[in-house]
């Protein structure tokens, strides 16, 4: 018995045991199997051991093939189920699979997809590719694919699909559940029901809940809410995934500027924004340039360098007003050579802080958590916190700067200069990332890496010309 029939074997166990195993280690398992029964030229066994397996976790496994057997085991799905894992697959393979499946196979994979999936393929491929694509697509998805392609990216429009149910106020109960059984196959969700009137205006919302136990005579109007949440198609992503959040909806609908129903946004198609958005912020905070999706581990050493080169140049030329503060106050240090001992001390802790308090305060925006404290008092809370924090951390560094410097020069400008680095840190981590986002600017650029570098400036100069007033008060009493 060879690797792959042996495989095989336990291509039956592995749907069974696949409710007693994590998601990562049921791909892991698959991939293994997969790769085996590929190479050893199994095919049979290959569909057998994906049957019992998920749509999400068939593209995950493809994914982690090498490229010459990706489009291999793709082929070997049922065009159903092919249509649904691609609509999974990250970018990058999704791509690779349309240079590698012949022309119809292509045609007939683009067709059959969602229209909102169809239209991020179609944003990650080249744009010859796309106009080629749309001329072979049948007229009404040509139809519904340039629609979504003429909103602007990041928007409700761009994000939702087509694919929805409406119904009018004289349809009765029953006869919305026979047409809810006549377009279920062919629509994003059942779950939420649309009603609209005869110029497409959205009048009311329906659930398939409310749906099922209403009277099977009651009109749609009489069961119907007619107070309908809903978004317009050009609404921000983030903001439509604020909204779905915040009432728990599992779809909202998105209407033009004439109130009519054009589309709706559905809640995994928000899961993939709140993790886009994530990233970006992340990526953002550590200064760092993202790209349109979380590809940094697939792109190439250059633009790896590139997305981290240009934020870095920024912060070594502010960096270097650091040494200029130093060199301008340089005959402090030579007076008091051991107060250049305390300096990372005080400019590491002044940067910590201010990282702390801009994570905090752009967290707030991002979650719209800061709007019911108020913008002010979130920026004097913070100060307040740092003046707090720099008292505490006073009892620890000010005995040891008194013992270090051997007297008490060095260990009142040490205390006095904490505390002034504290708020002052605490203050600017606050106040900075508000005042981006007053000026229309991602607040989350105003994060760490930036805080860190201008506390380090003013915390030198601020030490330094405390350590001269001192040093000079000294010398005169």
Known sequence: MDEATRSVSGSTATGTAAATVTGTQLTELVTQQLRAMLRAGNYDAVKLLLQPVQPVDIAEAIGGLPETLQALAFRLLA????????????????????????????????????????????DELPAKVVRRLLMELSPAERRVTAQLLGYESGTAGRLMTTEFIDLKEFHSADQALTIVRRRAADTETVYSLYVTDGERHLTGIIS???????????????????????????????????????????????????????????????IDVIEQEATRDLYAAGAVQAGDEDDYFQSNLFTVARRRVVWLSVLVVA?????????????????????????????????????????????????????????????????????????????????????????????????????????????????????????????????APFITTATDVAGVFIYLQTAGWLLQWWTVS
């Open 79 to 122: 065009k159903d189920e092919a249509i649904e894992v691609y609509e999974y697959l990250d970018a990058t393979v999704q791509q690779g699979l349309l240079e590698r499946l012949r022309s119809g196979e292509v045609l007939e994979l683009v067709e059959e997809m969602s229209p909102d999936d169809r239209v991020r393929l179609f």
């Open 319 to 447: 960096n270097g007003f650091t040494s200029e503060v130093i060199a301008l106050r340089e005959d402090v240090l030579q007076k008091v050579v051991v107060l250049a001992a305390f300096i990372p001390l005080l400019i590491g802790t002044g940067g910590n802080v201010g990282a702390q308090s801009s994570t905090v305060v752009i967290r707030g925006l991002s979650t719209q958590r800061i709007q019911a404290l108020g913008k002010f008092r979130a920026i004097w809370r913070e100060a307040a916190a740092g003046a707090l924090l720099g008292l505490l951390m006073l009892v620890l560094v000010v005995p040891f700067a008194w013992w270090r410097g051997d007297g008490p020069l060095v260990g009142m400008a040490v205390g006095i200069s904490l505390m002034a680095i504290t708020i002052l840190a605490a203050t600017a981590g606050a106040a900075l990332p508000l005042l981006f986002d007053r000026m229309g600017l991602d607040p989350a650029l105003m994060s």
């Open 208 to 270: 398939l809940r409310d749906l099922v136990m209403a009277d099977p005579e009651a009109r749609i109007g009489d069961v119907m809410t007619r107070e309908v949440v809903s978004v317009s198609t050009d609404t921000d992503q983030e903001e439509v995934a604020r909204s779905i959040q915040r009432y728990d909806f599992l779809a909202l609908p998105v209407v033009d500027r004439e109130q009519r129903l054009v589309g709706i946004v559905t809640v995994d198609d928000v």
